[in-house]
């Protein structure tokens, strides 16, 4: 027995001796240098169960730890992956470091690629085939995939995107690789928001290269990205819907929740309501998943009852882990309110909403936006103004439509000031009508509130107080309460600024005089210009000496009189005696106070947010209470352009006429005796935009007679045209080319006087401040700077160089750098693209200054812009135009190129497409210069020759 256990060790033992002597003889024979089945094998099996296996696991373990862990921005549309937030450092970033997956797989294909030709066995195509691929071992293609979905998680989506191009090229005898690598590249286009080479990624893919599950998963994902990238949320539902069902885990629930935000945003609410609960559902979704699905679930909830929504959600402010939630709860159950249209208890919750809020974010933001929206609509705008001027602070930068909600922001500040002037006037005249004795019994109640109000403050800020000194000090509770502070006035005579009690008597003596007042110059005026023409201006003494006469004579100073004290204390019935009206003088001030209000009111809701209807009652109100106001020509007029607006044809005739009537000198009544003002006014826009558009060409080209005919033309014609300004503006420009300086500058006084509130004030008055100031205007050769209107692009007889072989571009990253927009001149405005790019610039890039240069080839046209000093500042451009939300139109394609790449595109008559295969030739083999290592072994170019005699046959389909 024991002699037999012995044999079998020695058996064994030379069994693994053998073994091991076998791999040593076959491992040179299995270097990445010789190419035969059992090298390609053994390549692709210590690649896949070695280098790769590891970094592999580490990439499944980081990607579950980043979907499962990154809390999303649920007050905006989420993300269709948590990577995306890593092209914008505003959002939640996600957690996870990819770079070691990264070294895995460049290890692995700089240790295993295989890029030595087989010996040939024939002439067959298959053969032919087989020999042409640039990578011969059949497992590497997982390593490339698995880079380029590395860098894409690690936030390189440029970097991915060459590699995903690269690996798409190198594999092409592998079509599922080849659709999955493009479809990645589309999903990193996507992630810098970069649809236009998105949409060109995503095209190649047909129907039927989604051979397998995970290749449609992967296309319904990204397409579903790009279409809602592109605002086209119809298209993109069923996409999405198919990515929602097909995926797992954390995705699967963030999925569904961005799909219920899509049919929200289409109005499909049962749908919305469905998507949101299954974006909540599972026993491992996390509670903050849970809660805000459960929100949306009421905000899209379209049932006839809502009772039982509005209990569920005040069950839920009841729970202790919803504390920090409850601005959350109960802003949801002021949407449900305010959907079945009872702003009463949606104004409630809101304002609860505000009041419970901890956190002070975005939360609190929506309430106040929600509840100052109501007070909007409600034209009571001095309440509407604080909520959004409160919540713009707390809004990011890249909130969906927070432009909008600035420009409301900022045009609620100029209708609360009117509208609180508005208020408190006509206050003050009610109680100027009244008896004494009812005047000191409003003033007492006003009092009584005033102290009680004082009084609540009082103890709320002890209770705090006393709150937090116990927290603090960690000691028990004792019946002692704080000591109450004496308040005492400031009677010293301490600079005005500096006493409270003056200083506020200084504020309301300045409001009862002349209403609240925006901080700005010229506030006197009623009528203002922007810009100071005059070298004179009036004299302080000679303005204000009449008003300030009937000012007390130490208005600013601490009084030391006791009835001035008591007329300078709320708390007193001769505080607001003393701003009661009482003389003719005052009544009529009063009551100038209020027609200036109501006018500028109805011109701030007409112009700045086109409510019309709001508009017009507030002009209404101001020509019946006061119909001989100083404003009447002007409020005819707007009542004008309201109806023609509203192609109201018959009251827009009611108003012309009895402008007519009543002003037939005045510049409006000359302009309409024309029988056919009522037309030309519908067809001005058309017809002004034509005429510009030409005015402006025939500035292009140098024809400056031609601009001031035109102008002339329109100022004659269209003398109340909007547009007005911009013929002044190009017709000034003109005489600067001439050489006309002293008519250069009259054009621009005029533009500034006529239209001070315009896109030019800016620039003109900045050119008048430094003629002014003696500096002297320079004008190049010609009105439009290096333009090349008669270089060809493209032709097709010159698509090679003069010897006939293919451009030779050079791709250098420092090189200065364009962007080209190129666009069809038959379906895109080259001058309002020329003004939107212009416009864009100047809003957003403060100190840089970009050159814009308009040309055009045949049918096409394009507008470089200038001023990138080398690829990375263009790739910043770019991501800053993505994140402002500008869009350019459809047509209109982007091209980034070096300046010499574009310089040799014009000098040979290149086209773009010859430029665009170049470029991703060169993307593919920078991506496999990073990777791979330099081949230096001279001997190894002997085995890119074919044998024609060879001794060993070789069968291609020996991969596994």
Known sequence: MSAFCVKSRYTSFFRRLLTAAVIVCMLPSCSTKKNTPASRNWQAFTTRYNVYFNGSEHYKETLKEMEDKYEDDYSRLLLTHPAEARADSKMPQPSGDFKRTIEKMQKAIQLHSISKKPRKRSSSPKEKAFRERGEFNPFLHNAWLMLGKAQYLDGDFLGAATTFLYTAKHFSWLPDVVTEARLWQARCYCALDWTYEAENALHPVKEKDLTNKQLRHLYNLVKADYLIRTDRYEEAVPCLREAAMSASGAQKNRLWFLLGQIYAALDRRPQAYEAFKKAGAGAATPHRTKFNARIKQSEVYSGNNIRGEVNSLRAMARYERNKEYLDQIYYAIGNLYLSRKDTTEAKKNYITAVEKSTRNGIDKALAQIALGGIYFDEREYEKAQPCYSEALPLIPDNFPDRKTLALRSDVLDELAVYSGNVHLQDSLLTLAAMTHDEQVAVCQRIIDE????????????????????????????????????????????????????????????????????????????????????????????????????????????????????????????EYYLKQIPSSPEEIQNANDIVMEGLYNMGVILKDKLEDFNAARKEFERLDSRYPDNIYRLDVYYNMYLMAVRENNQSLAESWRRKILEDFPDSPYGQAMRNPDYFDNLRRMHDIQEEMYSSAYKAYLDNDNSEVHEMTARMEKDYPLSPILPKFVFIDALSYLTEGDNTKFKDRLTELLQKWPDTDMTDMASGILKGLNEGRKPHAGLSNSRGMLWETRLSDPGSELGENGTPANFDFN??????????????????????????????????????????????????????????????????????KSGFRLPEEVRPVMISKPNFELLLREGRSFEEYFRSRENNDALKAEEDILPQNDDPQDETLLQEDENPQEEDDPQEDF
Request: proline share 5%; no cysteine.
């Open 813 to 882: 990253p420092d090189d200065p750098h364009y962007l080209v927009l190129a666009f069809p001149t038959d379906s895109v405005n080259a001058n309002q693209l020329l003004y939107d790019v212009a416009r864009f610039n100047f809003s957003s890039f403060v100190v840089k200054d970009f050159d814009l240069e308009p040309m055009r080839f045949s049918d096409i046209g394009l507008i470089v812009v200038k001023g990138f000093k080398n690829l990375a500042a263009l790739e910043h451009y770019r991501s800053v135009m993505a």
């Open 450 to 573: 005033l102290i009680k109000r004082e009084k609540e403050e009082k103890e709320n800020a002890q209770r705090e107080e006393y709150l937090a000194q116990q927290e603090g000090n960690n000691n028990p509770i004792d019946n002692k309460a704080p000591a109450t502070p004496n308040i005492s006035m400031n009677t010293d005579k301490s600079w005005y600024f500096y006493n409270n009690m003056t200083k506020n008597a200084g504020k309301t003596e300045f409001q009862r005089r002349w209403g609240a007042r925006k901080l700005e110059d010229n506030w006197r005026r009623r009528n203002k210009a922007s810009f100071s023409f005059d070298d004179e201006e009036t004299k302080p003494d000679e303005e204000l000496s009449d008003d300030l006469s009937s000012l007390p004579t130490d208005s600013i100073g601490a009084e030391s009189d006791n009835d001035q004290l008591k007329a300078d204390d709320p708390h007193n019935v």
